[in-house]
């Protein structure tokens, strides 16, 4: 087996690579940006190397800087995780011919799938089912609206090629939305994926989103371990994941998991995958594959109990599986909601900000994976997601109760998070018959009463009387823990709190209590903004009337539009924002004056 492996990530999926390498006896080496300088994933490693500032290109991203670390700390192996550089196949393909393995796909297959057009031929050719409509590239939109009229049909989805997970997906309900949505996907394929290259599908008017988890190894098995359903989402962002699907039995969870082993085996697939697929009344359509091990894995680990992460390290070694298709048996019932700091009564705006006092759930079936603590920051650089939970019972009704009873108990001061959102949801009519919760997820007045309790604020920022101090220093941008044990010294280095007596390693970040409360701060009237970015859209005009949810601006961020609404009803006073400037968190967007003021 390898005897060092570097995490090419950050956060909970950086910390859950860590485990499954510490259970196969590897050693683990972390990277991490400067404002990750304290978090859990980094202090969990063995070793860690800082990459740079914190914008993911000079960090997460910079190739040239994470070979380099490669490098300096003899790692055989790199693994992606999910996000940053999972699915880039230049970089696979940069580890590969430095002779250091890329624990996923071979770039051939992450090349295949990350074209969404050659993607279909591909599974077209190998008699995977893929959505009807165009596997050659639609180049204008009079050859769009050909192909409809030809074959198609309306209502259209047009997605870009180099798209995936939603981004640039447009939908066409007739010949007079087709020429908005063309320009719109081909726009948004530029914006992210340099390809403004666009194809069509038919849209399908209700579908389940339904995924099925596969495994294959460098000997020629490919299994699957059963689906996932991904309904409920938001903006194409997954927020409750479950295996098995409610819609699925055991008929057909053996005629989708022949198309996904299918699918992964006209790729030469390696490692890890998910098959992406639209179900609607018993029809299976592929959708698209992705290549790498996805954020909701863990519910089909609670069903099946393999180590999908574990599965994906052996198989990069040239093991073979463990595990064979008859071995894989799938049992009750698992749900995962992710908890991601968001304001869900807010249009799901960002909500990043420090923790106070943090208490995850426990008790029978409940799985937290996270890579935060007390005092832990949520960057508004990164991924807003705190953390996961996941749960398993015997059916999905228990799993329900079980799940509501563990958000319940976990505790995260100070932080505006999706816990309330998902209690609201799991007690609704529509979750307890499985639909697709599609009309609660966009109804602002139900979202609206999932108001934020407002964080209290803790008392726990004494300082105990200490005999010892840790301090982390980085020697030639390699990581060190410190500790000094002796009487306390004012003025912590590096802004480490000293650790209590005899907690060895326990820090505790000076708290910025005011930042969770981005919405409202200084001034009732104020509208913050919660988070750095660009101004794309401005919905208001000074002067005008607003009432409280409605939008007031859109704010670009890491490439996500996120849609800023007013966080009172009144009149616009004061408007300092326009379309192109930059704003900082805190910026003040709007001020709005309570009506009769
Ligand atoms: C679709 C679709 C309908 N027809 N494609 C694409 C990315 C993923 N986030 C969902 N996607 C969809 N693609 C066609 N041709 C509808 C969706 C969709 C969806 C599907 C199932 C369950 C929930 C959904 C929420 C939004 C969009």
């Not at 580890?95 to 057009?117: C, Y």
């Not at 599965?311 to 009750?332: C, N």
């Not at 007045?445 to 004494?462: C, H, I, Q, S, V």
Request: aromatic share 6%; net charge negative; charged share 25%.
């Amino acid at each position: 087996m390898f005897s060092k492996v570097l995490i090419a990530n950050r956060g909970e999926i950086a910390v859950r690579i860590m485990r499954a390498c510490e259970e196969l006896g590897i050693a683990t080496v972390a990277v991490y940006s400067e404002p990750d300088r304290d978090a859990i994933h980094v202090k969990r490693a063995d070793e860690a190397y800082l990459l740079g500032p914190g914008p993911a290109a000079e960090s997460y991203l910079a190739t040239d800087r994470l070979i380099d670390a490669v490098n300096r700390s003899g790692a055989e192996a790199v693994h992606p995780g999910y996000g940053f550089l999972a699915e880039n196949a230049a970089f696979a393909a940069a580890l590969e011919d430095a002779g250091i393995t890329f624990i996923g796909p071979p770039a051939s297959a992450i090349e295949a799938m990350g074209s969404k057009t050659r993607a279909r031929e591909l599974m077209a050719k190998a008699g995977v089912p893929i959505v009807p409509g165009t596997t050659e590239p639609v180049r204008t939109f009079e050859d769009a609206r050909k192909a409809i009229e030809d074959t198609i049909g309306y209502p259209v989805a047009v997605k870009a090629a180099g798209g995936g997970g939603g981004k640039g997906f447009r939908v066409a309900l007739e010949d007079s939305q087709l020429q908005d949505a063309f320009e719109g996907a081909a726009r948004e394929g530029e914006k992210f994926f340099s390809d403004a290259t666009v194809y069509l599908e038919r849209y399908l008017p209700d579908p389940r989103h339904v995924e099925v988890q596969v495994l294959a190894d460098k000997h020629g098995n490919v299994i699957h371990l059963g689906e996932r359903d991904c309904s409920l989402q938001r903006r194409h962002q997954k927020l409750i994941e479950e295996a098995p699907a409610p819609a699925v039995d055991a008929e057909l969870r053996a005629r989708i998991g022949k198309i996904a082993t299918d699918a992964a085996a006209a790729v030469s697939y390696t490692g890890a995958g998910t098959i992406e697929g639209l179900l609607q009344e018993g029809d299976y359509f592929f959708l698209e594959m992705n290549t790498r091990v996805q954020v909701e894995h863990c519910v089909t680990e609670m069903v099946t109990g393999i180590d999908i992460v574990k599965e994906g390290i052996r198989v990069a070694y040239g093991e073979p599986l463990s595990i064979s298709q008859d071995d894989v048996v799938m049992r009750g019932h698992a749900i995962e909601c992710r908890i991601n700091a968001e304001d869900a009564s807010r249009n799901f705006s960002p909500a990043p900000g420090s923790i106070g006092a943090y208490r995850e759930p426990a008790g029978p079936g409940v799985r937290v994976d996270s890579g935060v603590g007390p005092g832990s920051e949520i960057s508004p650089m990164y991924d807003p997601m705190v953390a996961k939970l996941i749960v398993w019972d015997v059916d999905r009704e228990q799993a329900t109760a079980r799940m509501v009873r563990a958000l319940e108990e976990f505790e995260i001061e100070g932080l505006t998070t999706l816990l309330p959102f998902h209690q609201a949801i799991l007690r609704t009519r529509q979750w307890r018959d499985a639909e697709t919760c599609r009309d609660l997820i966009e109804d602002r007045a139900w979202l609206k009463e999932l108001a934020f309790p407002r964080p209290e604020k803790g008392d726990g920022d004494e300082v105990a009387e200490t005999v010892q101090q840790s301090y982390t220093v980085e020697v030639s941008g390699k990581r060190f823990d410190v500790k000094v044990i002796g009487p306390p010294v004012a003025g912590a280095l590096n802004g480490a709190a000293p650790a209590r007596e005899g907690a060895v390693g326990a820090k505790r970040a000076p708290r910025r209590s005011e930042r969770a409360q981005s919405g409202g701060g200084g001034g009732a009237d104020k509208l913050s903004s919660p988070l750095q970015g660009t101004v794309l859209k401005v919905a208001v005009e000074k002067g005008a009337d607003v009432e409280e949810g409605a939008l007031v601006c859109v704010i670009e961020a890491m490439k996500m539009e996120n849609e800023i609404t007013a966080h009172k009803a009144g009149t616009v006073a004061e408007l300092p924002i326009a379309v192109g400037a930059s704003v900082a968190t805190g910026d003040t967007l709007a001020v709005i004056n309570s009506a009769g003021e």
